[in-house]
């Protein structure tokens, strides 16, 4: 369990700050010059002109990366689908009742499937509102 928590929270936080740096380098050079014109130093620049730019671009990358977070998770039996499979398991050796599976596959799917479509909707919204100012 540690090696697996370990392998999750190196290769996520290199896909997320990878994730970030993209973001920030989609930021348009002539945001970054229009700053500095009025006088903003580069931090400043930063803070308030290309790093909230830069989010906005990134949040439907970072929703979809925790998606799969949560689906590696799982495989890592410290959360979601297999640690839930493990306590219906449990309650149906106790009691002989399978509504126990049943229960953990509403429950992943309960955490799971609003993520996704979150991720979609902002996804289609984001894009519609970038076809818009173009046009």
Same mark, same amino acid.
């Given at each position: 369990?540690?090696?697996?928590?370990?392998a999750?929270? $190196?290769?996520?936080?290199?896909y997320?700050?990878?994730?970030?740096?993209?973001? $920030?380098?989609?930021?348009?050079e002539?945001?970054?010059m229009?700053?500095?014109?009025i006088g903003?130093?580069? /931090?400043?620049? +930063?803070?308030?002109v $290309?790093?909230?730019q830069?989010?906005?671009?990134? /949040?439907?990358?970072l929703?979809?990366?925790f998606?799969?977070?949560?689906k590696?998770?799982? +495989?890592?039996?410290? +959360?979601?689908?297999?640690?839930?499979?493990?306590?219906?398991? $449990?309650?149906?050796?106790?009691?002989?009742?399978?509504?126990?599976?049943?229960?953990?596959? /509403?429950?992943? +799917?309960?955490?799971?499937?609003?993520?996704?479509?979150?991720?979609d909707?902002?996804?289609?919204?984001?894009?519609?509102?970038?076809?818009?100012?173009?046009?």
């Amino acid at each position: 369990m540690f090696w697996g928590i370990t392998a999750l929270v $190196i290769s996520y936080s290199a896909y997320t700050a990878e994730v970030y740096r993209a973001g $920030i380098e989609s930021v348009h050079e002539s945001q970054r010059m229009s700053a500095r014109s009025i006088g903003l130093t580069q /931090i400043q620049a +930063l803070r308030y002109v $290309i790093v909230p730019q830069a989010i906005r671009n990134v /949040i439907p990358a970072l929703l979809n990366g925790f998606v799969s977070l949560q689906k590696d998770v799982a +495989l890592v039996f410290v +959360l979601g689908v297999r640690e839930g499979v493990r306590e219906a398991e $449990i309650y149906n050796a106790s009691t002989f009742n399978f509504t126990g599976y049943v229960v953990a596959a /509403i429950l992943f +799917l309960l955490v799971s499937v609003p993520v996704a479509r979150f991720t979609d909707w902002y996804t289609d919204r984001d894009r519609r509102r970038k076809q818009a100012m173009s046009s």
